[in-house]
């Protein structure tokens, strides 16, 4: 008969998503998750099954606490996509130690293969695209931008943009560096932050 869970699920989750934040995948070990959620790696395993598992859960939480969802702005799409530009300049001097788990752990994984986490982050990313795209329908049925923008390509800038801006960011790069790069990447939607 399994043993009966004895703690809270989310705050475990909560816990070991600080561990991966600070340390990313590779380097977070089962100790060191062992350590910040007070469970012994057994009770860890028998739970999440394994650290791919629980670092999938986080990234699910994390997004879900950061909600970036365009059909539920409530905003037009020139409006949806200043705004979340200008929320990624304004924490970027925040973000200087840790920066956005999602885009760390997506350049970390990058190279690694066959990790549950892996398939996560790239549903992620196409969520994300998705929801670049759009606004960019949006945008473009609403007149802000003009009928000749590649809405496929613009949403693949857009999320090159936002790499840039939280990694330059964590570079320490200050806010008139990462704004000029933001108003030349986006000059073609007609759009200045």
Known sequence: MARKIEFDKEKVIAQALDVFWNNGFEKSSLKML??????HKGSLYGTFKSKEDLFSLCIERYVGEKPNDFVNSG???????????LKKLNSSSKRKAK???????CIELSNSTGKSGIKKLN??????????E????????????S???????SAEQLIALAF?????????????????IA???LSNLDIEI
């Open 164 to 180: 840039t801006i939280e990694e330059m960011g964590k570079l320490g790069k200050s806010r008139d560096f990462l704004q000029n």
């Open 75 to 85: 905003l037009k799409g020139k409006e949806y996509i200043e705004m979340l530009f």
């Open 99 to 105: 920066g956005c788990l999602l885009m760390n752990s």
């Open 123 to 132: 549903k992620l990313l196409d969520k994300m695209e998705l929801n670049f």
């Open 147 to 153: 009928k000749k923008v590649d809405v496929k390509k």
């Open 183 to 185: 108003n030349g990447s």
């Open 134 to 145: 759009e606004a960019l329908k949006s945008g473009v049925r609403n007149h802000q931008f």
């Open 34 to 39: 062992s350590t910040a959620t007070n469970l």
